[in-house]
């Protein structure tokens, strides 16, 4: 598991440095993240190693995101995980888990957890509209870095949510996220 996770990181890292055909370097960019599901799930920590791990992450987060802001350049183009926003990006993915696991489950937590059906729509959705809606603010001369990703924030997720809708809604929508459901690929195979 830790051999699989440090070729993960080299294949991160070579795709930074090393100019490779575009699917070869996203998926060498991406998987670490991906991966990072895998050892959440996988790796047993005892809960006080669990509490300075916690804080350890949740400091490097804070800091990844300063170092950001002060960076200078084009420090708003976060869609990619580039060797400057990496550990931001890394750390945040076990402080969401974290903190989602923690909320109590009243109105706030359902409200977040009702959507877990639609994460694959999310998560394809989110990208394009991110990129979108920042290159619209900015142009509206919105360039404060914490409002970018406030607005960002909210802007993207009420864009999901209306995809979201109209996967619920109309069978075309749908059919873009779930082929499977239409195409019954198990039923041709069996004849």
Request: glycine share 4%.
């Given at each position: 598991m830790y051999v699989q996770g440090g070729i993960y990181l080299f294949l991160f890292f070579i795709s930074q440095f090393v100019t490779l055909p575009y699917y070869?370097?996203?998926?060498?960019?991406?998987?670490?993240?991906?991966?990072?599901?895998?050892?959440?799930?996988?790796?047993k920590i005892e809960n006080k190693s669990k509490q300075i791990l916690l804080i350890t992450f949740v400091i490097i987060f804070f800091v990844g995101i300063v170092q950001q802001y002060f960076a200078g350049g084009n420090w708003y183009r976060t869609n990619l995980l580039t060797k400057s926003n990496f550990?931001?990006?890394?750390?945040?993915?076990?402080?969401?888990?974290?903190?989602?696991?923690?909320?109590?489950?009243?109105k706030f937590f359902?409200?977040?957890?009702?959507?877990?059906?639609?994460?694959?729509?999310?998560?394809?959705?989110?990208?394009?509209?991110?990129?979108?809606?920042?290159?619209?603010?900015?142009?509206?001369?919105?360039?404060?870095?914490?409002?970018?990703?406030?607005?960002?924030?909210?802007?993207?997720?009420?864009v999901c949510l209306f995809v979201c809708l109209l996967a619920k809604k109309f069978a075309i929508f749908d059919f873009l996220f779930s082929p499977y459901k239409y195409l019954n690929f198990h039923q041709r195979s069996s004849n």
């Open positions: 070869l370097a996203q998926t060498f960019t991406w998987t670490i993240c991906f991966y990072m599901g895998y050892l959440i799930k996988n790796i550990l931001t990006k890394l750390t945040s993915i076990p402080l969401i888990l974290y903190l989602f696991s923690r909320f109590p489950q009243n359902e409200y977040f957890e009702k959507y877990g059906k639609y994460s694959l729509i999310i998560y394809l959705v989110h990208a394009p509209s991110t990129s979108i809606i920042r290159v619209i603010l900015i142009k509206l001369g919105i360039s404060n870095y914490f409002l970018l990703i406030f607005l960002i924030t909210v802007i993207t997720w009420y």
